[in-house]
């Protein structure tokens, strides 16, 4: 960008960055184009196609003509099949004006941070964080405070971690369990003490859901549960993951009223309703069996076997184990200083030239010794991009 081109845009959207991940597409759809034959490990969207029964409602909405605007937070009826669902599955007691239905689960995690966090208010952050987290905090004005984890203890995030860094001016704590990148998980009692934490002190968490239903530990943990903290809770959630409809774009927040209808407000300003279509879409998948998800579940289960075993077995990588979610965060670092690679970019950059494997570099996430595998692919695919990796690491 020129000086010139820099004065003619605001601060606001330079303090902001693209999408690493955006980027690592870009890259890798270049080399694509020219006829390679990538594996491609890169993207965060699940790779089983969307239930008939979910894509049967959205062709009916079609037929039926189920095409105007509707209201800005989603209809009734989807409002009451959110709520439905979340009381069903964590216990939890919202009604219709705590729910807010957007345009997939970053549309609802911006709106949310775009109404609690004010210029110069801290945000905590757990490192590694999804990407989003940082850009959307800076685009309010807010200053995301990083919390370090250790993956020595699989990434977890506790309780004590977060209270050492609450400070004065800190406004919102970000939880994001299961975890993009890392698949940690938090443990109940971690997610109850900084429940209560944040509760006493009037923080509020904003608790990004978006993979609770593809937690492997069996137990699923939502911080709506929590009735008591409920005051300062807001949660994010997305079908996104779910009920693989990354392309959908139907996501939603649970919190108190006021914030809430603050949400709502901004969304009226903005994008107004979700597509109707989608909106009878995810009805169908909140009410319908959700057999589907537990069949995709056990699917990402087994991958993320296959690919910790492989990954593991590569002489000088480590990786943690991924509870959650569907990614691997292995470490890298051994390789820095060999072939010229001194960095998660450069291994990244590697795998993408030489080997034609697509994955993430650690530094969007705020590490700098790991690579992000998406498993959301066949079990032959993810074969493929393990040998070709063992390839890669042993030649260099
Ligand atoms: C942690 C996390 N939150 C939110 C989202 C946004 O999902 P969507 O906007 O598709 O609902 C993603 C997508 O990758 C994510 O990984």
């Avoid at 971690?190 to 209560?196: E, I, P």
């Amino acid at each position: 960008m020129t000086a010139a081109g820099t004065q003619l845009l605001t601060q606001r959207i330079q303090r902001i960055e693209v999408s690493a991940t955006l980027a690592v597409a870009g890259e890798a759809d270049k080399l694509r184009a020219t006829g390679a034959d990538l594996v491609d490990l890169g993207p965060g969207e699940p790779h089983f196609p969307t239930p008939e029964h979910i894509k049967e409602a959205a062709i009916a909405a079609i037929r039926h003509d189920f095409t105007k605007y509707t209201a800005v937070g989603g209809t009734t009826e989807l409002r009451d099949a959110i709520i439905r669902r979340h009381a069903a599955d964590f216990g939890s007691d919202y009604k219709r004006e705590d729910c807010v239905a957007s345009v997939g689960g970053k549309h609802a995690l911006f709106n949310a941070i775009q109404v609690l966090v004010e210029d110069g208010d801290e945000v905590i952050v757990p490192v590694p964080y999804w990407v989003s987290f940082k850009d959307i905090v800076r685009y309010a004005g807010g200053e995301p405070v990083y919390i370090a984890t250790d993956e020595r203890r699989d990434f977890a995030l506790t309780a004590d971690m977060v209270e050492r860094a609450i400070t004065p001016r800190t406004k919102v704590i970000l939880l994001n369990s299961p975890n993009n990148p890392s698949g940690a998980v938090m443990k109940p009692e971690d997610m109850t003490a900084v429940l209560k934490l944040a509760h006493e002190r009037g923080i509020y968490v904003v608790s990004d859901e978006c993979y609770v239903y593809l937690n492997h530990t069996g137990q699923r943990l939502s911080a709506g549960s929590a009735h008591e903290a409920k005051e300062h809770v807001i949660i994010i959630g997305s079908l996104s993951k779910t009920y693989a409809m990354t392309g959908w774009r139907l996501g939603y927040a649970l919190g108190p009223a006021p914030i809430i209808s603050a949400m709502q407000k901004l969304q009226s300003q903005s994008t107004s309703n979700p597509t109707s279509i989608v909106q009878k879409a995810a009805v169908a998948a909140l009410s319908g069996s959700q057999d589907c998800v537990k069949q995709m579940l056990a699917g990402y289960i087994r991958l993320r076997d296959q690919i910790v075993a492989g990954l593991r077995s590569i002489p000088g990588i480590t990786c943690a184990a991924p509870n959650g979610a569907f990614y691997a965060y292995p470490n890298v670092s051994h390789y820095f200083g060999q072939k010229g690679m001194k960095s998660a970019s450069d291994v990244a950059h590697g795998l993408l030239h030489e080997a034609h494997v697509v994955v993430v570099p650690g530094e969007g996430f705020g590490t700098h010794d790991h690579v992000r595998i998406s498993y959301a692919t066949s079990p032959e695919n993810l074969q493929r991009g393990l040998d070709r990796m063992r390839d890669f690491f042993a030649s260099v």
